[in-house]
C-alpha cells in the first residue's frame, strides 16, 4: 500500500494552497457585500457602478458607510437600520423627517446659507416615496454627505462651551414640535425600565456569568432607588420630557475643518425625554478622562473643566429650563455612566445581544469604566452644584 509521507515543501505548498484559498473567499465575499451594498445605492435613484463604499464611524447599533461616486456633486451616507433595536422603522423615519424639516425651515428663515452642511438630508427611494428601502428582511436609509466635515474624539475644554450653546440650541430648537415626536425606541432613558431589564436579566442568567461579578450587582443594587429619581419627579407632574437628541456623544457633532460646529448627526434617538438625557449623556463621553471601555480604570476620572464649560455654554442656550430642571443637572451627571453601566451589564448577562462587541468581556469591561466615572462624578456632586447656582445666580 502506497503511504503519503509530506516532506516540509508539501506542508508549505499545501499551508500556501490553504492561504490562498481563504484570501480568495474572502475577496468574493467582500465582492459580493460590494455588489449588494451598490444595488442599495441604486435604489435610491443614484447611479452605483462606479461607486466606492467604505465603512464609516464607529456606532454600536448601525452599519454605516461612505459612498463616493466620481463624477457626483455629493457623496452620501449609507446605513443599515438596526431595526431589532428601532422595531418600528416608519416611526423612526417619521420622526426624523420631522426634525430635519422643522430645522431646515428653521436655519431657512434665519438666511442661513448652504443648508446642505448645516442640516441632514435623507434620499427618497423613489419606488414607494419613503426615506427608507426595505430590502429582503432590512432597512436601508441613505443621505447626503457634509462635506469636508470631520468627528472628534477628544474635546478641549473650550469647544466644550460651543458644543454646551450647540446641544442647548437643538433643544431650544425643537420645542415646537414636542407633540409630533414619539418614541422610537420605548423607555429608552428610563431607569426604572433599565434596572426592570437588569433584573430579568440577572434572573434569567442566560450566559451563567451573574457568579463572577457579585461586586457589580452590588454596586447597582445600592444606588438604583436614588437614581430613579427623575420617573418618581415625573409622575408627581413636576418634571417634563421635551424634544431631546438622547445620543449626545461628541461624534455625533460634525465640524468643518477650522473646527466650527456644523452640524449635529445620529437623530435616530431624537425623542420626548427629561433634558437630563442630553446633558447628562454628553459628559458621560465627553468629561470621561478616559475612554468608555478603559481596561485600566485609573484613566477613567470626571472631568471636571469640561463640566464647567459645557454647562456655562448649555445653560446659555437652553434659556427656557425650569428651575428644578437646572438643579437636576449634576444629578444627570451622575445618572448617564450609572444607566449606561446599568445597559452594559444586562447585555453581559444576556451573553451580548444588544452592543456591538469586540471580545468576549467587552461589556464587562465597558461597565467597570462606567461604573467608575459613576463614581467619580458622585464625588464631584457638590462641586457641580456650587457652579451651576453660580452659573444661574
Ligand atoms: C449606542 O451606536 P451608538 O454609538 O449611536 C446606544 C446609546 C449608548 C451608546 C454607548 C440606540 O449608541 O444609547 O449610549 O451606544 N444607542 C442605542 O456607546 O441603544
Ligand atoms: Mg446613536
Redesign the pocket.
Given at each position: 500500500m502506497l503511504s503519503f509521507k509530506p516532506n516540509s515543501n508539501t506542508l508549505l505548498i499545501l499551508l500556501l494552497t490553504y492561504k490562498l484559498c481563504i484570501f480568495d473567499k474572502i475577496i468574493h465575499t467582500n465582492l459580493k457585500i460590494m455588489e449588494k451594498l451598490k444595488y442599495i445605492v441604486a435604489k435610491f435613484g443614484i447611479p452605483s457602478d462606479n461607486a466606492v463604499i467604505a465603512p464609516l464611524g464607529n456606532?454600536?447599533?448601525?452599519d454605516t458607510f461612505k459612498v463616493t461616486i466620481t463624477g457626483e456633486n455629493y457623496e452620501y451616507v449609507l446605513q443599515k437600520i438596526n431595526h431589532y433595536?428601532f422595531t418600528d422603522v416608519d416611526l423612526l423615519q417619521n420622526n426624523i423627517e420631522i426634525v430635519t424639516s422643522h430645522l431646515r425651515s428653521k436655519l431657512e428663515t434665519e438666511g442661513i446659507p448652504d443648508l446642505d452642511r448645516k442640516c441632514l438630508r435623507f434620499l427618497t427611494n423613489p419606488e414607494t416615496g419613503k426615506s427608507y428601502a426595505k430590502i429582503n428582511d432590512e432597512y436601508w436609509r441613505m443621505m447626503i454627505y457634509l462635506k469636508d466635515s470631520i468627528t472628534k474624539e477628544n474635546l478641549t475644554v473650550e469647544s466644550a462651551y460651543t458644543v454646551g450653546l450647540a446641544f442647548g440650541e437643538f433643544e431650544k430648537n425643537l420645542l415646537e414640535i414636542t407633540s409630533e415626536l414619539q418614541e422610537s425606541?420605548p423607555d429608552f432613558h428610563n431607569m426604572e425600565f433599565r434596572l426592570h431589564q437588569f433584573n430579568e436579566a440577572l434572573e434569567a442568567d442566560l450566559a451563567g456569568r451573574a457568579k463572577g461579578i457579585s461586586d457589580l450587582i452590588a454596586k447597582v443594587k445600592k444606588d438604583a432607588e436614588e437614581m430613579t429619581r427623575l420617573e418618581r419627579l415625573h409622575r408627581k407632574g413636576e418634571l417634563e420630557k421635551r424634544p431631546c437628541h438622547c445620543?449626545t456623544?461628541l461624534n455625533n457633532i460634525l465640524f468643518d475643518t477650522d473646527g466650527n460646529i456644523l452640524c449635529v448627526i445620529?437623530l435616530?434617538?431624537v425623542m420626548p425625554s427629561f433634558v437630563s438625557s442630553d446633558f447628562g449623556?454628553f459628559l458621560r463621553s465627553a468629561a470621561n478622562t478616559g475612554k468608555?471601555d478603559s481596561k485600566d480604570l485609573s484613566e477613567v476620572d470626571f472631568n471636571m473643566d469640561i463640566f464647567k464649560s459645557f454647562a456655562k455654554g448649555y445653560l446659555k442656550s437652553a434659556t427656557f429650563l425650569t428651575p428644578l430642571e437646572k438643579s437636576l443637572l449634576p444629578f444627570s451627571a451622575r445618572l448617564f455612566p450609572y444607566m449606561?453601566a446599568v445597559r452594559f451589564l444586562t447585555d453581559y448577562l444576556n451573553g451580548d445581544t444588544y452592543?456591538k462587541i469586540q471580545y468576549p468581556e467587552h461589556n464587562l469591561v465597558r461597565t467597570r469604566a462606567q461604573m467608575r466615572l459613576y463614581e467619580s462624578a458622585t464625588e464631584k456632586e457638590k462641586e457641580m452644584m456650587d457652579i451651576i447656582n453660580e452659573y444661574c445666580k
Open positions: 456606532g454600536l447599533i448601525n433595536v425606541i445620543d456623544k445620529d435616530d434617538t449623556d468608555e449606561q452592543y
